[in-house]
Antibody
Framework: QVQLQESGPGLVKPSETLSLTCTVS??????????WSWIRQPPGKGLEWIGY???????NYNPSLKSRVTISVDTSKNQFSLKLSSVTAADTAVYYC????????????WGQGTLVTVSS | QSVLTQPPSASGTPGQRVTISCSGS????????VYWYQQLPGTAPKLLIY???QRPSGVPDRFSGSKSGTSASLAISGLRSEDEADYYC????????????FGGGTQLTVL
């Protein structure tokens, strides 16, 4: 069973870049078995899909965030990462990493989530 | 404002059957599978229903999903106190190279 763990700064200043990493165990980011996603949830609000990456390096991003998002994979560390640039207070959220078995599948496994606050 | 529309709240008494609706459009629910997630307080969401009506291993058969046209429903029978949670529907949307969309969530209260 795949296990996921998010890590990264809990506080980011406005206009800077948010960077998070998801460490994978029980599976390999370099296999073709999964798609690796990021999803966020502002405090007290609903879920928003950010995007995914496949082992080949192909990505798919939420159109509303596409201009600011980069998702990448580090096969040597069995991790995948999220970078969100030019953040504002509206980007304050719990960020989850998750997996999909299929390109348009459900999110089968989730990390516990990490709260990122955007504030000066 | 979420792409998929859910009622913000629902409630029921123990043992009762409750349903939660999810409304979308031809580009998402109308042409793709629907997924349902359960989020217990303070925890990450958990996949509850996939491909409209399939349950992952370990999910009780009290939970069932259905889809018709551009709408879907989650039904919970034999309601239990531990079912008190937020429930989200989701689907992939065919517009703009395909992306995942969620409902705004329904907070279920067990009275």
């Amino acid at each position: 069973q795949v296990q996921l763990q998010e890590s990264g700064p809990g506080l980011v200043k406005p206009s800077e870049t948010l960077s998070l990493t998801c460490t994978v165990s029980g599976g390999s980011v370099s296999s073709g078995s999964y798609y690796w996603s990021w999803i966020r949830q502002p405090p007290g609000k609903g879920l928003e899909w950010i995007g995914y990456i496949y082992y080949s390096g192909s990505t798919n991003y939420n159109p509303s965030l596409k201009s600011r998002v980069t998702i990448s994979v580090d096969t040597s560390k069995n991790q995948f990462s999220l970078k969100l640039s030019s953040v504002t207070a509206a980007d304050t959220a719990v960020y989850y990493c998750a997996t999909q078995l299929e390109r348009r599948g459900g999110f089968d496994y989730w990390g516990q989530g990490t709260l990122v606050t955007v504030s000066s | 404002q979420s792409v998929l529309t859910q009622p913000p709240s629902a409630s029921g008494t123990p043992g009762q059957r409750v349903t939660i609706s999810c409304s979308g459009s031809s580009s998402n629910i109308g042409s793709n599978y629907v997924y349902w997630y359960q989020q217990l307080p303070g925890t990450a969401p958990k996949l509850l229903i996939y491909r409209n009506n399939q349950r992952p291993s370990g999910v009780p058969d009290r939970f069932s999903g259905s889809k018709s046209g551009t709408s879907a429903s989650l039904a919970i029978s034999g309601l239990r106190s531990e079912d008190e949670a937020d429930y989200y529907c989701a689907a992939w949307d065919d517009s703009l190279s395909g992306h995942a969309v969620f409902g705004g969530g329904t907070q279920l209260t067990v009275l």
